[in-house]
């Protein structure tokens, strides 16, 4: 079965300091999705990676899957505090193609001080 | 994009009994999945919700436990059944939307007594 490891499992930053999250998987990843986690609470969908060397960014926030597709990034610029909570990434657990069942890394949490 | 909500947000129930959690969406889907997040712990797919037949279980997941309904392609159920302090978790449906994207809903926060 594929398992992922996240690291750091957490991070405490100052705010307006860049900081990068990573994810590396025992087996090739066909998806890789990014989501962040409030305590307790539902998970907001950040950006799915599919493709070798897919890079993609929505505001501070760029996700990057590497070109042999078995280790994601995460990296957050100017961090602020309202990035803080738990970030989750997730691989389609299908072999060759999606199926669209996630295995979950344990997460990593991320404490940004003002 | 997809809005998913789920009902109840949050329950505490007495070990034995059983507990119902609906999962709606704004728009039709064709993969709808129920996870499970333990406390401490990372999300864990219980089953896909297949429209119209019977849903798929992961390992460690059985009918009897966690029987799901999926009536169309915008809802789904997904009981809790003769519940035990193992089973307090918070529960997840998610979605893949039109573009591959995969959606979460809010979550049920569950507490077993």
């Known amino acids: 079965s594929q398992e992922l490891e996240q690291s750091p499992q957490s991070l405490i930053v100052q705010e307006g300091k860049n900081l990068t999250i990573n994810c590396t998987s025992s087996k090739t990843l066909y998806g890789l999705y990014w989501y962040k986690q409030k305590y307790g609470e539902g998970l907001i969908f950040l950006m799915m990676l599919q493709k070798g060397g897919e890079e993609k960014s929505h505001e501070k926030i760029t996700a990057k899957l590497d070109e042999k597709k078995q280790q994601s990034s995460l990296h957050i610029t100017a961090s602020q505090p309202s990035h803080a909570g738990i970030y989750l990434c997730g691989a389609d657990r299908g072999s060759g193609g999606s199926n669209y069942k996630l295995t979950f890394g344990k997460g990593t949490l991320l404490t940004v001080n003002p | 994009s997809a809005v998913i909500s789920q009902k109840p947000s949050r329950d505490i129930c007495q070990r034995g009994t059983s507990l119902t959690i609906q999962c709606q969406v704004d728009?039709?889907?064709?993969?709808m999945f129920w996870y499970r997040q333990q406390p401490g712990q990372s999300l864990t797919l219980i089953a896909t919700?297949?429209?119209?037949?019977?849903?798929?279980?992961e390992s460690g997941f059985v009918i009897d436990k966690f029987p799901i309904s999926r009536p169309n392609l915008t809802f789904s159920t997904l009981t809790v059944s003769n519940m035990s302090p193992e089973d307090s978790s918070i529960y997840l449906c998610?979605?893949?939307?039109?573009?591959?994207?995969?959606?979460f809903g809010p979550g049920t926060r569950l507490t077993v007594t």
């Open positions: 728009s039709q889907v064709t993969m």
């Open positions: 919700a297949n429209q119209g037949s019977e849903a798929t279980y």
């Open positions: 998610s979605v893949v939307s039109v573009s591959y994207e995969q959606y």
